[in-house]
């Protein structure tokens, strides 16, 4: 009896001891904060902690002054996290600016300085891609910048005369150069200004062009250090300057700046904004560098045409896991998902378009496939707007990014890509739309 005791005790003793270890080893093992990102729009402004393990956090909204207060459980305050405030633009349209410091033992507070209401949300990642785990903040205003454009552009003495006809000029009209904007300068109501070149006789075709990734999501890679979002978004503004300057013609960018939208936000902000066609910038990636040419992709229904077009849809629908996307929260502005229609008079529409532009790439640059190749990709799958993904050329080519680069070959790609555009509105006059908005 004397014996079973003693061992118990001692079975006690170790328990202690192994718990005490436990506990204080925990203490000593604070999350490190590897690096802090902002990324300032009028559409919302991102802001992302990398962090080595998963952070539990607290937020909590205060008013008077407005601010936005988030306190982080067992975060070390170092070097990276104090330089928070220094990622602050002047142009932020939504914080003035950021505080952070020890609030109590074990928790981090920062504190939110706003310019104006906001809706918030916070989320955490896991590891995705190159980044570790994530803590999200998106700031999104009360009111959404998007709609308050639709509500302006709806007024009676701006609707155009829903007339199913539209004017193609010569392929020789001059092109407007688009000088690249700072971040947090993004202007919505640039976005979708109204062409010059409108007739009376004839409504506005409205194209929505989508700079593919963006923010956090950084797209492929090249040979030389430049990232996918890059050249795409240099890209897109030109297309869009270049469709602007066509009589009835009228470009509308998915986003204006380096940040991140979600693959379902690009649909819907194209439809909201009543777009008869979609037109999703991209450029390629292979493991090989000696891969190179342009390619066009439409959605299937029915699985991918090749292994090539499949794996490609499958890296680019991991765009939001890599962005980030919180899918436990509700996105303020996209409520609801698209509902799952039948899209085979689109996607006829999409080969159609495709096909056309494709042709037209072939003349300045090589082409990877001479057919228009489908898979099931996310951006492409509005059930109502012709859609087509362009991937200009490989990035991972030394040589075909070199001129993704160069912004006379940027301007070649632009005019080709607009050529195919309106040989197919030649042959295919979108008829009157009336606006579904997505809540």
């Known amino acids: 009896m004397y014996r079973y005791t003693q061992y118990r005790f001692l079975a006690c003793l170790l328990a202690l001891v192994l718990l005490f270890s436990h506990l204080s080893g925990s203490a000593a093992e ?137 004017s193609v000029v010569p392929e020789t009209s001059t092109m407007t150069e688009v000088v690249p904007e700072l971040p947090g300068t993004s202007n919505p109501a640039a976005v979708v200004a109204p062409s010059v070149n409108k007739k009376p006789d004839a409504r506005m075709i409205t194209i929505a062009v989508d700079a593919g990734h963006g923010g956090e999501d950084p797209g492929a890679k090249g040979a030389r250090g430049s990232y996918e979002k890059n050249v795409t978004l240099a890209i897109a503004k030109k297309l869009k300057a270049a469709i602007d300057a066509e009589p009835n013609l009228r470009g509308v960018l998915t986003r204006d700046g380096d940040y991140f939208i979600p693959l379902h936000g690009r649909v819907v902000k194209a439809r909201n904004l009543k777009a008869d066609l979609f037109v999703s910038i991209h450029a390629d990636a292979a493991l090989s560098a000696q891969a190179r040419g342009s390619s066009v992709f439409a959605l299937s229904e029915n699985g991918a045409t090749s292994a090539m077009a499949r794996l490609l849809a499958q890296r680019e629908n991991e765009s939001d896991l890599i962005g980030g996307v919180s899918f436990g929260v509700k996105d303020p502005y996209l409520a609801r998902t698209l509902l799952d229609l039948s899209q085979t008079a689109t996607i006829n529409d999409s080969l159609k378009m495709g096909k056309l532009v494709l042709d037209h790439m072939g003349t300045i640059n090589p082409l990877h496939k001479r057919h228009v190749e489908q898979a099931g990709f996310a951006v492409l799958k509005s059930p109502d707007v012709p859609s087509i993904l362009v991937e200009t050329a490989f ?33 295919n006059p979108p008829l009157a739309k009336t606006r579904v908005v997505e809540k």
Do not use: C
Request: aromatic letters at 4%.
């Open 30 to 166: 604070t999350i490190q904060v590897s690096a802090v990102r902002v990324w300032p729009a009028a559409d919302y402004t991102r802001m992302t902690l990398e962090t080595s393990k998963s952070v539990n956090h607290q937020m909590v909204m205060l008013k008077d002054p407005s601010r936005l207060v988030l306190d982080l459980e067992n975060v070390e305050l170092g070097t990276v996290l104090k330089s928070i405030s220094d990622k602050i633009s002047p142009n932020d349209p939504y914080i003035q600016q950021v505080r952070v410091g020890n609030f109590k033992p074990g928790v981090v507070r920062i504190v939110v300085d706003l310019k104006a209401e906001i809706k918030p949300q916070v989320f955490t990642l896991p590891p995705a891609g190159d980044y570790q785990h994530r803590l999200v903040l998106d700031i999104y205003p009360v009111q959404d910048p998007v709609m308050a454009m639709l509500e302006q552009r709806d007024k009676p003495d701006s609707i155009a005369a829903p007339v199913p006809e539209v």
């Open 395 to 427: 990035i991972t080519n030394p040589e075909e990014e070199r001129k993704l680069n160069d912004s006379a070959h940027q301007d070649k790609l632009v005019r080709s890509i607009l050529s195919g555009i309106k040989k197919y509105l030649a042959a």
